[in-house]
């Protein structure tokens, strides 16, 4: 069955592969500065959770701090998207690293001072909106190349292998600089990173996709992204995903702790990312034979029985082995949903569509800290994993109830609603 997002196949032909993707003229001169302005998404969190943790003793205290920034990023991240799409991404960028460098470093001398809590969330809260929306913006740079063509899937799975390769390094980073430097460490390299790497991301001008089409051919405002029910749909799914990610950070954290070892913290979540990328590396790889949306639903009921089983390892080897399988079905369920949201959205609106996603995952993510950081002060590390079990578990919930939503619009009706004419696409 022909795949989401790849118009005019033949049945006989072939999965594009990576190679092809990745001879594009230009993408690689915004993939490579990407992969090091995307480390804030995966080094933030963990880099607050061992600073506050460090300083204040507590890592219900060090996870509300780090929820701020997540709930942060979740409000201010389509925003940032909405105005890319409008002015550029070039325009948005630069003055978005600069604020994060700035508002990092002030929540780092806060958090060594000893400032009381209300001074750390008031610096959460500009570190957490302005994170720049990297992955995202790469997503639309690869939508605008490879409109219609048959790369599209394979683009969509490159860029979540990115992302899980981004998560394998980023927390291992961000925890051996906290443990074995400083604890204000992972942070400060945190900064930098987004400050560089951002920059650099932002000089390459001629890859960044035409803004503020429809606007200039209309003169009207367009529809948020959100309007779209299946946006919304995928938003509560990627919610859960986030939950996992926030609630894997915190109990291990704590995990480790517990057990008198925590430098075996970056070894486990490492772990569970790279069955992450290990699992968006076969995505891509495989010509799947069914579409997108039942992907998606039979990846997300994979999760919430690993998810399930969290609470119960109470070893560093099956917690391992745990995660490790927790993260295999992660992938699957990311780039699905990615791929469907291609068929949904149009191309004006595709950075901040990405943005809804990604900032749903902060928030899944910033709630999960909070409640895990909570319950592993107060019952021990074990009951910390049972955030991501519920999380998912009400995600699927709402994923098999509301699937029919995930399907795209018939083309007369995109159409009449000023959209645009899309070409239709198989999704189950």
């Not at 959460?124 to 790369?151: C, D, F, H, T, Y």
């Not at 069914?290 to 080897?317: D, E, M, N, Q």
């Not at 809804?356 to 019952?379: C, F, I, K, M, S």
């Amino acid at each position: 069955m022909q795949a989401a997002g790849e118009p005019g196949r033949g049945k006989g032909r072939k999965r594009a592969g990576y190679g092809q993707l990745l001879r594009t003229p230009g993408a690689l001169s915004f993939l490579i500065p990407g992969f090091a302005a995307r480390q804030p998404f995966a080094m933030l969190t963990i880099g607050i959770v061992l600073l506050v943790q460090h300083t204040t003793g507590s890592y219900g205290s060090a996870g509300a701090v780090a929820a701020v920034t997540g709930v942060s990023m979740a409000l201010f991240a389509p925003q940032s998207g909405k105005l890319a799409d409008r002015f550029g991404q070039r325009a948005v960028l630069v003055p978005g690293v600069l604020i994060h460098a700035t508002a990092v470093s002030l929540l780092v001398v806060l958090a060594l001072a000893g400032a009381p809590m209300w001074a750390l969330f008031l610096a959460a809260v500009p570190a957490g909106a302005s994170v720049p929306q990297i992955g995202p913006m790469v997503r639309a740079r690869w939508a605008a190349k490879l409109e219609n063509s048959p790369l599209m899937p394979t683009a969509a799975a490159f860029e979540s292998v990115t992302d899980e390769f981004t998560f394998v390094v980023g927390p291992v980073l961000a925890t051996a600089l906290c443990t074995g430097v400083h604890p204000a460490a992972g942070l400060i390299a945190e900064a930098a990173l987004t400050l560089f790497g951002g920059l650099f991301f932002a000089a390459q001008r001629r890859t960044q996709p035409v803004h503020g089409l429809v606007a200039a051919a209309s003169g009207k405002a367009h529809a948020s992204a959100l309007s779209i029910p299946g946006v919304r749909v995928l938003a509560i799914a990627f919610l859960g995903i986030g939950s996992v990610f926030g609630g894997m950070q915190v109990s291990l954290t704590a995990f480790s702790e517990e057990i008198g070892n925590p430098g075996v913290n970056g070894l486990l979540y490492g772990t569970f990312a790279a069955g992450n990328m290990l699992a968006g590396i076969a995505c891509g790889a495989i010509a799947w034979k069914i579409g997108p949306r039942k992907r998606l639903i039979l990846g997300y009921a994979g999760l919430t029985a690993a998810a399930s089983l969290l609470w119960s390892a109470h070893s560093v080897l099956l917690l391992g082995a745990l995660g490790l399988i927790v993260g295999l079905c992660i992938a699957p369920a990311l780039i699905s949903g990615y791929t469907i949201v291609e068929t949904l959205v149009p191309a004006s609106s595709r950075t901040e569509a990405f943005t809804w996603l990604t900032g749903a995952v902060a928030l899944g993510q910033a709630g999960a800290v909070t409640v895990a950081g909570r319950l592993a002060d107060a019952h021990g590390a074990s009951t910390g994993f049972l955030v991501p079990l519920v999380g998912t578990a009400l995600a699927l919930a709402t994923l098999v109830a509301l699937r029919s939503r995930l399907s795209p619009r018939a083309p007369g009706r995109v159409a009449a609603r000023g959209i645009g004419h899309r070409v239709p696409v198989t999704v189950d």
